[in-house]
């Protein structure tokens, strides 16, 4: 197709797009310490990116992939933070099984109390989510809030996440409270540093989906 | 907030948070070229990825903030690529004003011209939203495909955006894209290289509607 620029583009065909993007990023990665079932949630995250060092940041619980293929597989809900997570999850391939997603940051319920209270909506979201969804998928790109909120709640024993996937960006304690996420033992994807977001998270969860439905395929090991 | 950790958040204030990441992102950003009503718009987008590279490869067009600015106070409308970018936008702030935010992408006649014509449903909408919303401000973090169909209106003269958000994210044309529409004189917003994505143009988007709330409040020069 002719854009009428000087740039003419090797392919507009969507599947090809990506398949190309897929072996650019790659051949650019060259070597890592990923396992083959961590390796395709890393190369999601620098597609959504295009970011080599945010990708090699990644850390996975040992038993992280499993977990979450797990929690998708039994229809466990997944708790976005935010709207913009929830409208970038591939839907379809969580309702599959039975899953939705579920955001509270807006609850008007999640509002009032995190004004009387005189803190921020997302630690609010999240005792919400932990009272109502055990055993879900936590994504939290945003507010690092929500994050220690979560482990504070996994210490005193009132939560039990099928997995978390922890990558809040920002300047005020994101990189912080990711630190504090890699000293449980529990399922966890997070990453070293201040990077993160709600692509990012989005593409780890839709990664994580395309995994679960080759296994339920028996196409996985 | 004792969240149980051995780190101690400074606050979980939602205005402290932001006001102290925003000093943070000044003084590590140190010297830079850019204007008084630019800077709001690098800083939200630092501040959103954490990436100051990113933050430095913004590239704006003279006239893209007056433009924009005025495009919102006239309620014309925001284009989104996807529904992500579409969560994403502060709405009150646009509808304030009388615009609204559409996105065309998973509109049924979009998804089945796009596969007649075995070609991206981001060309398609482009397409669609040019013909429906001139004067609007269109926002493209993802698909090369859809800027380069809209530089191609552009050049046929049969796009008058008021401003162009063009930040597509992507090893296949992204960073070619952009380089593309920086050739042309009508106002955009866009950076240099293969960086982008969704929470990157909605921060853009976020940052000059509170730029034109600020201009209709007389605060603005």
Request: with cysteine.
């Amino acid at each position: 197709m002719d854009f009428g620029t000087e740039f003419k583009p090797v392919t507009v065909q969507p599947q090809e797009i990506e398949g190309l993007s897929f072996q650019m990023i790659t051949e650019e990665l060259g070597e890592h310490s990923f396992s083959a079932l961590e390796y395709p949630i890393v190369q999601r995250i620098i597609h959504a990116s295009a970011d080599f060092e945010l990708g090699r940041s990644l850390v996975f619980h040992p038993g992280a992939i499993e977990a979450g293929i797990h929690a998708m597989l039994q229809g466990k809900p997944i708790i976005a933070d935010v709207r913009m997570v929830e409208a970038g999850i591939a839907k379809e391939r969580i309702q599959r099984y039975g899953g939705e997603v579920r955001v509270h940051i807006a609850d008007p319920d999640v509002v009032d109390e995190a004004k009387a209270l005189g803190t921020t909506r997302a630690i609010i979201a999240t005792r919400k989510a932990c009272a109502q969804s055990p055993g879900g998928i936590y994504v939290i790109g945003n507010a690092p809030t929500a994050l220690l909120e979560l482990i504070r709640l996994v210490k005193a024993g009132a939560a039990q996440p099928g997995l978390v996937i922890g990558m809040p960006v920002g300047f005020v304690s994101a990189a912080e409270s990711k630190d504090e996420l890699r000293k449980l033992d529990i399922p966890y994807i997070t990453n070293i540093g201040r990077k993160g977001g709600s692509t990012i998270v989005v593409a780890a969860v839709n990664a994580l989906s395309l995994l679960a439905v080759r296994r339920a395929a028996g196409w996985l090991g």
